[in-house]
Every structure is written in structure tokens, then in C-alpha cells.
């Protein structure tokens, strides 16, 4: 059977009506540990609320129209920004009231009201009336002593002649302060950021409105950039930056349309957005080097853009003075003033102008204060998952932190090592150090998650299958952190430090998985290449190993055979099996398993 397309999509709307109905009652949250059911509306941390609600006020923007339009209102301009709704209209004339989700003509009632408060009050009862879950409130230009309706960071007035005019809005509980002088952001990220703020002020100024009005723009900004502690040559290029910036737009708008270099004001989402999306595909993969990829379109990109993109495929980066190729890029930690990316890129030119290299010096941003002061469970001390969570039951310590080195025992060896038993072998053979820059918690749970499931990347089943190959249950491993870092760079190297000192449980195979372009000499040598033949050999054959192990635990637990007499044992269950195993150093031996009896006996 076979349904139509308007089948389909009432299907499909039919399911997505249930979902929602079973998202919104089923909503919950938790805080200082304890979890809460939505009692109403829906939670603001889903995704699903945002895309609920867009749909919602859409449906809202079409239902309201279409009731006005019957009745001849004409609504000459209509935006709406998630909740905010401006709507330009001529006033609702005397003695007409809503009532009863109609416009109800009564000349007898007395009406004293203004044109505009009329026509807020009307319309607010016709806003109410759409949905019972929704209610609004309205505002005019009288409502504020300027004389313009502000929204977001604008504000509008309509004037005499109908003409609407705008310019740049700031609330009055707005900080008077923009990214201040010492901020951990590049020297660069800073002057761009503010340079652009600025420029977006002036944007948000209609070009109808006097001179004075844009002094006033720049002048604020200016008394921003000198109480965030900026110097005066600093926020003179800014300034200068942004005026320069905002007239070439200006130049580029008063082109014609059929100009190459024509460039509306106020950009559209649609103008050249071919060509813009080509531009950016190819600045994405060539933004460290210059250099051309060549087809763009190789990747499966749509055949139209392929025919209006031969104007723009061609567009290369600026190579600098030198012309020296660019060969890989380089991060530097930021510093005050950039001292240290001005230093690296000073040596840079030296070096590169000799070797006839290039390498594109960036700088990185410092941590934001928020990864450091924020506490995710602030009402509770401790674990807030209580004996469920394997991060911190033993220790009792909190197991969300992140940026650590931790480390993993098996507690079985661990008490057989601390009675002596094992003591010549040290800790090596069943400690693991690893280091996560996520949640300490998530990072152990994964773990867990690859030992239920058997893994063949796991540290536990290799641990398993080397000591405990007899036991058809998994040892008990206990995690523990050992270290908190700020950065990745520290955190890696103190993990490689426990790692040569107890890491026994580390593979080879941890190492090198993330291949990063590098400069890196190397001389041949026959021995380091005999040594990486045979690293690869024992990977391969600890990967073979870890799988047969794999496979033959698989086969005892999935064989339940559980009656005391054997007698009544089918044949089946009677049989002998021989199974082939390999256990510790490589080696193989036949376990032969009496499967006529309810627990397996193994002999070698």
C-alpha cells in the first residue's frame, strides 16, 4: 500500500503531535541532586522547546493575520523577533471594539481614548484571543519620552510624512564598559571585535538622521573604550577603523545592482549566497596556507553553484611579502600586549627567509572565568549520584571535575600485591593512567560501558584475559584521580610521566592516534624501522589475542545448563567441547569444558 504525499505528512504530523504531548508531560530536571517533573509548559533547557515555540508563534503570525485581513485591517509593516512583535499601522478608528474574536462597530459607547491607546488596547485583546496559553502586553511611542519604540538594540519612530527612521538603542541598565584592556582574548580578537561593535552601532543609525545623532554613537563608544582601560592610540585606530569600515559599505551601497562590487547596506540572507557559500568553502580549507584547492566542488557540492561559481573558484588568499609557502601553523599561549606572538613571529621571518619556509603564528585565547567558577550541583557537597557512581564510590570525593589525570587498580591484584603475593611485579602490571579534559565521571563511565560490552580497546578485558583469564567474572577496578590541570599541554605530559612509571595496563595502540602535521627531522635508521615492524606485529597479534579472549567469554556466559542430575542433562548439553584459548604471553593451550555437568571444570 502505497500513501499519498498529504497522507504522509498528516502521518507524520500525527506522530510528531504525540511526541510532543509525551515531551512536554514527561519533562524533567534535576538540581542539588534530586529530580523534579515539569508541572507545567516546557523545560528551557531542550532543544525541543525552542523549535516547539517557533512553531507555535508561526502558527500564531498566520492565524492573527488571516483574522484581521477579513475585517479590512491593513497591516503595512510586520516583523516579529522570537516574542517581540512591531506592527505598523494606521490607528483603529473611534467606536470600534473587539469582542467576542470579531470588530463590533458601536458608535453609542462612550470612548474617550486616544487613537494610539485605542489601538493598543484593541489589539491586545485580538493578540489574547488566538491562543488561552499566550498573552501579550503592547507599547507605543508615547510609552517613552524619546519618542521612539525601542527593540532589541534599535529604536524606531514613524515620522509625519510616513517616512520610518531608526538609530542605535542602549539600555539604561546596560554596563557602560565593552571588553576591557586586560582580557586573556588575542591583542587582534580584541581591536577586530571592537572595531566590528562599533561599526554595528552606526549600522543600526538611520542615514536619515542628523550628524549629531552619530557623534553621539561614537562618543559613547569612545567613553566605553576609555573605562575598559584602553589607551588613546588604541581607541583612536578603533575609531578610525570603523568609520573607514562604515563609509566603504555606504560606497558599495550607492552602486548600481549590475556592479560587480555593488553590496546592499543591510544584506539580505539571499543576496549572493552562492557565491558567498563558495567563498567560504574555499577560505575553510585554505586559510592557513593561500593556496588554491582547486574544484570546490568535489565533494559533492550542487551542480547550479558549480556554473556560477567560475568568478570566484579562482579567489586566493594574499601570500605574504615573501612569497614563502606556507608549511603548517603554529599557536602560541596569549600574553599581555602579544608580547610573545610579536617575539615568535619576529623569529619566524628570520628563520623562514632563510629555510624558505613559511608557518602561520596564531594565538590562542585564554580560558573564560565560567569553566573555572562554574559549580554544576551547587546545593550538594560530594558525588550527587550517590552509590551508582564508579568515579567516586570508593574514595567518596567529587567525580565531577575536569581537565585530570586518573588512574584505574584492579582491586583484586591490588590485595593480592599489598599481602605479598604479587609484590615483585610492582603496580605496573595492573595500574592504568589516563587523562580526559570532559567530565571525570563521563570519561569512567565509557570505560565501564567498553567492559560490559566486551571492547577490545578496553584495559580491563586486556587485564582479564592476561591475569584473570579463569574467572568467568570481570575484576573490580577502582578509578581515582590524581591530578587537575588548566590546560591540555600539562595534563598530557603528567599523564606520560605516570604512564612510564605505572602505566603497565597502557597499550601501544593509546599512542599516536590523533596524527597532527608537524616539522619533524628524522634520520634513517634501520633499527628504528625493525623497532616499528615489530610494534605493529604486537599490536596485531594483542588485537587477535584480545578477541579470541572475547569470543570465548562470549560462548560461557550465552551457556546456561543449570539441572544437578545428569541424567536428566539433554545430549546436547552432554557433549564435550574442546576450545582453543590464548592466554597469558601469547601462548596457546587446549581448555577442555565438561558441559555435562552444571559448572564447567577446565583442565589444561
Same mark, same amino acid.
Given at each position: 500500500?502505497?500513501?499519498?504525499?498529504?497522507?504522509?505528512?498528516?502521518?507524520?504530523?500525527?506522530?510528531?503531535?504525540?511526541?510532543?504531548?509525551?515531551? &512536554?508531560?514527561?519533562?524533567?530536571?534535576?538540581?542539588?541532586? !534530586?529530580?523534579?517533573?515539569?508541572?507545567?509548559?516546557?523545560?528551557?533547557? /531542550?532543544?525541543?522547546?525552542?523549535?516547539?515555540?517557533?512553531?507555535?508563534?508561526?502558527?500564531?503570525?498566520?492565524?492573527?493575520?488571516?483574522?484581521?485581513?477579513?475585517?479590512?485591517?491593513?497591516?503595512?509593516?510586520?516583523?516579529?523577533?522570537?516574542?517581540?512583535?512591531?506592527?505598523?499601522?494606521?490607528?483603529?478608528?473611534?467606536?470600534?471594539?473587539?469582542? =467576542?474574536?470579531?470588530?463590533?462597530?458601536?458608535?453609542?459607547?462612550?470612548?474617550?481614548?486616544?487613537?494610539?491607546?485605542?489601538?493598543?488596547?484593541?489589539?491586545? $485583546?485580538?493578540?489574547?484571543?488566538?491562543?488561552?496559553?499566550?498573552?501579550?502586553?503592547?507599547?507605543?511611542?508615547?510609552?517613552?519620552?524619546?519618542?521612539?519604540?525601542?527593540? /532589541?538594540?534599535?529604536?524606531?519612530?514613524?515620522?509625519?510624512?510616513?517616512?520610518?527612521?531608526?538609530?542605535? !538603542? =542602549? *539600555?539604561?541598565?546596560?554596563?557602560?564598559?565593552?571588553?576591557?584592556?586586560?582580557?586573556?582574548?588575542?591583542?587582534?580578537?580584541? !581591536?577586530?571585535?571592537?572595531?566590528? =561593535?562599533?561599526?554595528?552601532? #552606526?549600522?543600526?543609525?538611520?542615514?536619515?538622521?542628523?550628524?549629531?545623532?552619530?557623534?553621539?554613537?561614537?562618543?559613547?563608544?569612545?567613553?566605553?573604550?576609555?573605562?575598559?582601560?584602553?589607551?588613546?592610540?588604541?581607541?583612536?585606530? %578603533? %575609531?578610525?577603523?570603523?568609520?573607514?569600515?562604515?563609509?566603504?559599505? #555606504?560606497?558599495?551601497?550607492?552602486?548600481?545592482?549590475?556592479?560587480? *562590487?555593488?553590496?546592499?547596506?543591510?544584506?539580505?540572507?539571499?543576496?549572493?549566497?552562492?557565491?558567498? &557559500?563558495?567563498? $567560504?568553502?574555499?577560505?575553510?580549507?585554505?586559510?592557513?596556507?593561500?593556496?588554491?584547492?582547486?574544484?570546490?566542488?568535489? +565533494?559533492?557540492?550542487?551542480?547550479?553553484?558549480?556554473?556560477?561559481?567560475?568568478?570566484?573558484?579562482?579567489?586566493?588568499?594574499?601570500?605574504?611579502?615573501?612569497?614563502?609557502?606556507?608549511?603548517?601553523?603554529?599557536?602560541?599561549?596569549?600574553?599581555?600586549?602579544?608580547?610573545?606572538?610579536?617575539?615568535?613571529?619576529?623569529?619566524?621571518?628570520?628563520?623562514?627567509?632563510?629555510?624558505?619556509?613559511?608557518?602561520?603564528?596564531?594565538?590562542?585565547?585564554?580560558?573564560?572565568?565560567?569553566?573555572?567558577?562554574?559549580?554544576?550541583?551547587?546545593?550538594?557537597?560530594?558525588?550527587?549520584?550517590?552509590?551508582?557512581?564508579?568515579?567516586?564510590?570508593?574514595?567518596?570525593?567529587?567525580?565531577?571535575?575536569?581537565?585530570?589525570?586518573?588512574?584505574?587498580?584492579?582491586?583484586?591484584?591490588?590485595?593480592?600485591?599489598?599481602?605479598?603475593?604479587?609484590?615483585?611485579?610492582?603496580?605496573?602490571?595492573?595500574?592504568?593512567?589516563?587523562?580526559?579534559?570532559?567530565?571525570?565521571?563521563?570519561?569512567?563511565?565509557? +570505560?565501564?560501558?567498553?567492559? *560490559?560490552?566486551?571492547? $577490545?580497546?578496553?584495559?580491563? %578485558?586486556?587485564?582479564?584475559?592476561? $591475569?584473570?583469564?579463569?574467572?568467568?567474572?570481570?575484576?573490580?577496578?577502582?578509578? *581515582?584521580?590524581?591530578?587537575?590541570?588548566?590546560?591540555?599541554?600539562?595534563?598530557?605530559?603528567?599523564?606520560?610521566?605516570?604512564?612510564?612509571?605505572?602505566?603497565?595496563?597502557?597499550?601501544?595502540?593509546?599512542?599516536?592516534?590523533?596524527?597532527?602535521?608537524?616539522?619533524?627531522?628524522?634520520?634513517?635508521?634501520?633499527?628504528?624501522?625493525?623497532?616499528?615492524?615489530?610494534?605493529?606485529?604486537?599490536?596485531?597479534?594483542?588485537?587477535?589475542?584480545?578477541?579470541?579472549?572475547?569470543?570465548?567469554?562470549?560462548?560461557?556466559?550465552?551457556?546456561?545448563?543449570?539441572?544437578?542430575?545428569?541424567?536428566?542433562?539433554?545430549?546436547?548439553?552432554?557433549?564435550?567441547?574442546?576450545?582453543?584459548?590464548?592466554? %597469558?604471553?601469547?601462548?596457546?593451550?587446549?581448555?577442555?569444558?565438561?558441559?555435562?555437568?552444571?559448572?564447567?571444570?577446565?583442565?589444561?
Amino acid at each position: 500500500m502505497q500513501y499519498t504525499k498529504e497522507t504522509q505528512r498528516k502521518l507524520v504530523a500525527a506522530m510528531v503531535h504525540v511526541a510532543s504531548i509525551v515531551l &512536554m508531560q514527561t519533562s524533567c530536571y534535576s538540581f542539588g541532586g !534530586f529530580l523534579y517533573l515539569q508541572t507545567s509548559g516546557s523545560g528551557i533547557g /531542550l532543544r525541543a522547546s525552542a523549535c516547539i515555540a517557533k512553531i507555535a508563534m508561526a502558527i500564531w503570525d498566520k492565524t492573527w493575520a488571516l483574522s484581521q485581513s477579513l475585517w479590512g485591517i491593513k497591516v503595512h509593516l510586520y516583523m516579529r523577533y522570537i516574542d517581540d512583535l512591531r506592527l505598523y499601522l494606521k490607528p483603529i478608528g473611534e467606536g470600534w471594539w473587539w469582542i =467576542d474574536r470579531k470588530w463590533v462597530y458601536d458608535p453609542s459607547k462612550q470612548d474617550s481614548r486616544d487613537p494610539e491607546t485605542r489601538t493598543k488596547e484593541e489589539l491586545q $485583546k485580538s493578540f489574547d484571543d488566538v491562543f488561552n496559553f499566550l498573552r501579550f502586553t503592547t507599547e507605543g511611542e508615547r510609552d517613552f519620552k524619546s519618542g521612539y519604540l525601542p527593540t /532589541l538594540d534599535f529604536q524606531t519612530k514613524v515620522l509625519d510624512c510616513g517616512v520610518i527612521t531608526y538609530k542605535h !538603542f =542602549d *539600555k539604561e541598565m546596560a554596563s557602560n564598559l565593552c571588553i576591557q584592556k586586560g582580557t586573556a582574548l588575542a591583542t587582534s580578537t580584541v !581591536f577586530s571585535s571592537l572595531r566590528q =561593535d562599533l561599526c554595528r552601532r #552606526l549600522l543600526n543609525t538611520s542615514t536619515m538622521e542628523e550628524e549629531e545623532t552619530f557623534v553621539q554613537v561614537v562618543e559613547s563608544y569612545i567613553q566605553r573604550l576609555v573605562n575598559s582601560g584602553h589607551t588613546f592610540s588604541f581607541t583612536k585606530a %578603533v %575609531v578610525l577603523q570603523a568609520i573607514t569600515r562604515y563609509k566603504y559599505m #555606504l560606497e558599495r551601497d550607492s552602486r548600481l545592482p549590475e556592479d560587480p *562590487k555593488y553590496q546592499p547596506l543591510y544584506r539580505s540572507k539571499l543576496f549572493d549566497r552562492e557565491e558567498r &557559500m563558495i567563498r $567560504k568553502r574555499i577560505d575553510f580549507c585554505t586559510w592557513y596556507s593561500g593556496e588554491d584547492i582547486g574544484d570546490p566542488f568535489r +565533494h559533492g557540492w550542487k551542480n547550479h553553484i558549480r556554473r556560477r561559481g567560475d568568478n570566484v573558484k579562482n579567489n586566493r588568499k594574499r601570500l605574504p611579502a615573501s612569497n614563502r609557502e606556507i608549511t603548517t601553523t603554529l599557536f602560541v599561549p596569549a600574553t599581555a600586549g602579544s608580547i610573545l606572538f610579536d617575539k615568535i613571529r619576529e623569529k619566524e621571518e628570520v628563520i623562514g627567509r632563510e629555510f624558505d619556509w613559511g608557518i602561520k603564528i596564531l594565538e590562542n585565547s585564554g580560558s573564560p572565568l565560567t569553566t573555572s567558577l562554574m559549580t554544576k550541583f551547587p546545593s550538594k557537597v560530594g558525588c550527587p549520584f550517590g552509590a551508582e557512581c564508579n568515579a567516586c564510590e570508593n574514595d567518596g570525593v567529587a567525580c565531577t571535575p575536569r581537565n585530570v589525570v586518573y588512574k584505574s587498580t584492579c582491586s583484586k591484584c591490588s590485595t593480592e600485591s599489598s599481602t605479598g603475593d604479587i609484590m615483585e611485579t610492582g603496580m605496573k602490571d595492573f595500574t592504568y593512567i589516563g587523562e580526559t579534559g570532559r567530565n571525570f565521571r563521563y570519561r569512567v563511565r565509557e +570505560h565501564m560501558s567498553n567492559l *560490559k560490552n566486551l571492547s $577490545k580497546n578496553s584495559f580491563q %578485558v586486556l587485564h582479564w584475559m592476561n $591475569k584473570h583469564a579463569l574467572d568467568t567474572e570481570p575484576p573490580y577496578f577502582k578509578f *581515582k584521580i590524581i591530578s587537575q590541570h588548566k590546560d591540555a599541554l600539562s595534563r598530557q605530559l603528567n599523564e606520560a610521566l605516570w604512564i612510564i612509571n605505572q602505566g603497565g595496563l597502557n597499550k601501544r595502540c593509546e599512542f599516536n592516534i590523533n596524527e597532527l602535521c608537524r616539522l619533524e627531522s628524522r634520520v634513517p635508521n634501520k633499527e628504528h624501522e625493525k623497532a616499528l615492524v615489530r610494534i605493529k606485529q604486537e599490536r596485531k597479534q594483542e588485537e587477535e589475542n584480545i578477541k579470541h579472549f572475547i569470543d570465548v567469554m562470549n560462548y560461557v556466559k550465552n551457556f546456561h545448563c543449570t539441572d544437578p542430575n545428569p541424567s536428566n542433562v539433554s545430549p546436547t548439553c552432554r557433549k564435550r567441547s574442546t576450545l582453543s584459548s590464548t592466554l %597469558v604471553g601469547g601462548k596457546r593451550r587446549k581448555i577442555n569444558m565438561d558441559l555435562s555437568t552444571p559448572r564447567a571444570s577446565k583442565t589444561a
